[in-house]
T-cell receptor, first 118, second 115 residues
Framework: GAVVSQHPSWVICKSGTSVKIECRSLDFQATTMFWYRQFPKQSLMLMATSNEGSKATYEQGVEKDKFLINHASLTLSTLTVTSAHPEDSSFYIC??????????????FGPGTRLTVL | AQSVTQPDIHITVSEGASLELRCNYSYGATPYLFWYVQSPGQGLQLLLKYFSGDTLVQGIKGFEAEFKRSQSSFNLRKPSVHWSDAAEYFCAVGATSGGYQKVTFGTGTKLQVIP
């Protein structure tokens, strides 16, 4: 149980285009979803936290207008990288938890999406 | 702000040998600590977590970790490594911030298992 999927697994796009990444909780309802970014040989960096039906909370230094997050339902959150540039190339990982963001909640992670911007 | 250090980027062990992956954290209050494993093409999977109580925590796949407050450490151990344990391991510390959960990850340790 507690499976999280991401689509697509990898995407290549041209500079200046927008890319949407989906994160779905397949067998549970996720009140809270998280988006992370992972650079090669580096740690996962939290980008934003979203609760269903409300605006996402972004971490310091993350551009809200560039990384649009929509958590429209209890099973789906999307991350849209707008006007992507090569420096946005990275591995994006989402996670979901079944409660309201308490530290004791377990986060279930998706397999990640590799974005390459040419 | 919390932080996590995993001093070993890469570790190689023989199958059947014991394993210890190091993790040091920095956090002002009682930490919430996690170990995750990431296999290629798969999402991070929670191995174990520590919130309070017994400082020796048992996890899945035969892993355990010991919380040592005096050393600010939460090292992961396994008595006998299997080839399927080859993966990347992340230590993490969690806190609540602004009413929501925030988990900070270390840079990971890549485990290679040789026959």
């Amino acid at each position: 149980g507690a499976v999280v999927s991401q689509h697509p697994s990898w995407v290549i796009c041209k500079s200046g285009t927008s890319v949407k990444i989906e994160c779905r909780s397949l067998d549970f309802q996720a009140t809270t979803m998280f988006w992370y970014r992972q650079f090669p040989k580096q740690s996962l960096m939290l980008m934003a936290t979203s609760n269903e039906g409300s605006k996402a909370t972004y971490e310091q230094g993350v551009e809200k207008d560039k990384f649009l997050i929509n958590h429209a339902s209890l099973t789906l959150s999307t991350l849209t990288v707008t006007s992507a540039h090569p420096e946005d190339s990275s591995f994006y990982i989402c996670s979901a938890s079944v409660s309201s963001g308490s530290i004791t909640d377990t986060q279930y992670f998706g397999p990640g999406t590799r974005l390459t911007v040419l | 702000a919390q932080s996590v250090t995993q001093p070993d980027i890469h570790i190689t062990v023989s199958e059947g040998a014991s394993l210890e992956l190091r993790c040091n954290y920095s956090y002002g209050a009682t930490p919430y600590l996690f170990w995750y494993v990431q296999s290629p093409g798969q999402g991070l999977q929670l191995l174990l977590k520590y919130f309070s109580g017994d400082t020796l925590v048992q996890g899945i796949k035969g892993f355990e970790a010991e919380f040592k407050r005096s050393q600010s450490s939460f090292n992961l151990r396994k008595p006998s490594v299997h080839w399927s344990d080859a993966a990347e391991y992340f230590c993490a510390v969690g806190a609540t911030s602004g009413g929501y959960q925030k988990v900070t990850f270390g840079t990971g340790t890549k485990l290679q298992v040789i026959p």
